[in-house]
């Protein structure tokens, strides 16, 4: 009998998942359970960026304090976490691509060939070990996000999908373009592995997962592309997230939740006080049983006098109450 959408959804991220083992089970620690009425909560580590430099193990420590069960890993923080090189970073933090020196410039190719070189000699051991961090400190790596651009070579997409097995998540969330989901599709259904593509809000660009035309069209490129719906891109754009996880709810391999305005409105610093359908939208998927997470994805300024990680708690309080 021939697999349908639904099942290809439901074999990746369902019964024999990690997340519906005891919750000692497989774990050095004891699992911290942030499942909320039924609704995995998790966070995307680039909420995390700012405690990724010099100290990417602060992540993991972040999770533990925030009280995160589940982790989308972004592939620069794994492979800091695996012990790449570092790359240099010009500019202050959040403060846009600063404008380069001749010397920067030739500082970064440099390092970009020592890391090119380092990723010549990963393994499946590298990430295993990676993985194995995040489960002693009770956390489930479910899926990697690795940003496949147009510039890849086919090998560079490779090395995505060998990451991703090796740690053993129920699939890959990348932000990129139509055309590069035309060119992953063949490879995402050799190794069997659901990729989950973000979307944004640039709807002026018809490259751009954006529309609900682009959503249709990705989708069309094979049966292991799937979606990682942002609710707050999703709603910047004009949509309506709650109608669209109804429809598409057996492709969508996660969401990310964030609150921001209409009409590319800018994201809120408090959820709820955007545009944002963040409550229906958890109210659904705890009536609905759906077995994606909904991860966090800080993305607002951080307000003076507070942090990253006081931040994301007030986040989470948030989605916790929604779901109550």
């Known amino acids: ?58 992540i993991i420590k ?33 403060g846009g691509r600063p404008q380069l020196t001749p010397e920067q410039i030739a500082e970064r190719q440099a390092a970009q060939e020592k890391l090119a070189q380092w990723r010549m000699s990963t393994n499946d051991a590298t990430w295993k070990g990676v993985r194995k961090k995040f489960n002693d400190a009770g956390v489930d790596v479910a899926l990697l996000c690795y940003n496949m651009q147009d510039s890849m070579k086919d090998d560079d997409i490779e090395y995505g999908f060998k990451m991703a097995e090796a740690l053993g998540v129920k699939a890959i969330t990348t932000s990129t373009t139509l055309t ?8 995402a259904e ?27 069209t990705l989708m069309s490129y094979g049966k292991y592309n799937g979606i990682n719906l942002d609710i707050g891109h999703f709603t910047a754009a004009g949509y309506d997230a709650v109608a669209f996880i109804k429809q598409h709810h057996d492709k969508i391999t996660n969401l990310h939740i964030k609150d921001r305005k209409k009409n590319h409105g800018p994201n809120v610093a408090v959820w709820g006080t955007g545009d944002t359908p963040i409550k229906p939208v958890l109210q659904l998927m705890k009536k609905e049983k759906y077995p994606f997470p909904a991860n966090l994805e800080l993305e607002y300024p951080i307000p003076e006098g507070s942090n990253i990680v006081e931040e994301a708690k007030k986040c989470f309080a948030y989605v916790k109450s929604c779901l109550a």
């Open 1 to 58: 009998m021939p697999i349908t959408r639904r099942d290809l959804i439901r074999k990746t991220l369902g019964a024999t998942s990690l997340a519906s083992l005891p919750l000692t089970n497989a774990f050095g620690a004891a699992r911290i359970n942030s499942k909320i009425h039924g609704v995995q909560i998790g966070a995307i580590t680039y909420s995390f960026n700012r405690l990724a430099s010099p100290d990417p193990e602060a």
């Open 62 to 94: 972040a999770y533990s304090e925030i009280g995160l069960g589940e982790v989308e890993l972004m592939s620069n923080h794994c492979e800091a976490l695996a012990g790449a090189p570092a790359m240099p970073m010009f500019g202050r933090p959040g």
């Open 180 to 187: 590069m989901a035309k060119r992953i599709a063949p490879i």
């Open 190 to 216: 050799k190794h069997k592995l659901v990729v989950g593509y973000h979307g944004h809000d640039a709807t002026n660009d018809p490259n751009q997962t954006a529309t609900l035309e682009s959503y249709d």
